[in-house]
Nanobody, 121 residues
């Protein structure tokens, strides 16, 4: 069974940077769109950024110019470089990906377990 493994969360001061990464474990055939959502305390989940295999990334307005999403297709890994972090970026960040396990299977949406990012003022 495919699982998405995230890493890179932690505690950082305002203005600092963190880099999140996410990669599927297990045997897979192909990965489509990959991206990140976040859920801040007391708020609804929101899309942070996503990126297709070949295409321009999409960003939430709140992170444009500060966050950069990228992917390594050879490794099926997605990264989220977060710069100029602010306290309002504090949230649990969830990776997701559309994963195709075998040639004749359909794409299934998979989610990571979440990684906590805390930005102190």
């Amino acid at each position: 069974q495919v699982q998405l493994v995230e890493s890179g969360g932690g505690l950082v001061q305002a203005g600092g940077s963190l880099r999140l990464s996410c990669t599927p474990s297990g045997s897979i055939f192909n990965v489509g769109v990959m991206g990140w959502y976040r859920r801040a305390p007391g708020k609804q989940r929101e899309l942070v950024a996503d990126i297709r295999t070949f295409g321009n990334p999409v960003y939430a307005d709140s992170v444009k110019g500060r966050f950069t999403i990228s992917r390594d297709n050879a490794k099926n890994t997605v990264y989220l470089q977060m710069n100029s972090l602010q306290p309002e970026d504090t949230a649990v960040y969830y990776c997701y990906a559309d994963v195709k396990e075998r040639l004749y299977s359909t794409y299934q949406e998979e989610w990571g377990q979440g990684t906590l990012v805390t930005v102190s003022s």
